[in-house]
């Protein structure tokens, strides 16, 4: 089933990517905003000696603008990728590590006319599996669990059920909504990733100073002049609260918009999925099985609770064996708050779907 036959799944796609450019067009606004009276000049005089009319030098701002978006889609696909894979320890599988597993992933990923993914193991008893998208190659991510669990025909209609994800693209749009929720959650620690320098107090004041005298050269102001000190004060105080809260906004429209295509989606693969392997029993079979195995797992691995995670995995427990995020109206045992991008169909639901297909055939 390919994404053009599936309204439901584009309009919720499309909802989804909406919310978060429209996020990263927020920011990438007040950035030109900001630094506006010191690129204009520079603008006009570069525009003057290219000889452009002064109409067209005055949308500067314009490229400018979509080039930042485009920038910061990037960056968070690169980074949610870099971050999720890290947060489970997912190790690379190769043909040497893992014969079989790249053998059948290799295969469907032929069949499904897509590329063929990275393929990565995470060592988690709890099966279950996810794909990622965007930045680089294509990812699919299984644990150890699921492959000592299924194998044959059931194995195929999992690994299938993943393509689907990167067929249809969902798996990209998925993996750019988890990271407005997860930033605003302080699920992300950007400055860690940054190196020690970057929670330097030091290092924040020299910028903030470099910023100050930059911004007083370029308007041609005196840097002591208390008016221009007092308008920049006042301004970064503006940008830091009102961006906060418009960034809160943001965040709670593109979880509300994730969520919608996080229950959507998985139903869309699994007949994708289906229809790959063109086996829908073999698939239900697997979900029965992999839920039950789930249920008599004993233990959870704290450190492989990742909330981002349990969005796009198979089922939506993540890679630990109990839930301890909660329900998903987004609150958690520990009495925290937490932002989720996760809402998946409940399990019996999707099998009974899958068996009304195995009585169609």
Known sequence: ???????????????????????????????????????????????????????????????????????????????????????????????????????????????????????????????????????????????????????????????????????????????????????????????????????????????????YLVGAVATGTNPFDPGYAFGFVVGLAAVVVVGGVVLGVFATAAVAAARRLSHYREFAADDAGAALTGDPAALADALATLDEETASTPSVDKRLAYDEVRGLCLLPHGFDAADEAGDDDGTADDGEFHVETRSHPPTDERIARLRELVEKQ
């Not at 584009?10 to 905003?33: D, E, H, S």
């Not at 701002?61 to 949610?80: D, E, H, K, N, T």
């Open 1 to 211: 089933m390919s994404l053009s036959s599936d309204r439901g799944l584009a309009v919720r796609m499309a909802a989804t990517l909406t919310a978060v450019v429209a996020a990263n067009a927020l920011f990438a606004g007040v950035l030109v905003y900001l630094t506006a009276p010191w690129l204009d000049s520079l603008a006009r005089r570069a525009g003057d000696a290219a000889g452009l009319h002064p109409a067209v030098t005055a949308l500067w701002w314009l490229p400018l603008s979509g080039g930042l978006v485009a920038a910061c889609v990037w960056a968070q696909l690169r980074y949610v990728r870099s971050e999720t894979l890290g947060a489970v320890d997912a190790e690379r599988a190769t043909a040497d590590s893992h014969p079989e597993l790249d053998r059948r992933v290799t295969r469907l990923a032929a069949q499904a006319s897509v590329p063929t993914p990275a393929c990565y193991v995470v060592d988690s008893e709890t099966p279950n599996s996810f794909a990622l998208d965007g930045v680089g190659r294509p990812t699919l991510v299984v644990s150890t669990g699921l492959l000592a669990t299924l194998d044959g025909d059931r194995l195929d209609a999992v690994l299938a059920h993943e393509l689907a994800h990167l067929q249809h693209r969902d798996a990209t749009v998925m993996t750019l909504a988890s990271f407005l929720p997860a930033l605003t959650s302080d699920r992300y620690s950007l400055l860690d990733s940054l190196g020690p320098w970057a929670r330097s107090r030091f290092v924040w004041a020299f910028a903030l100073c470099a910023v």
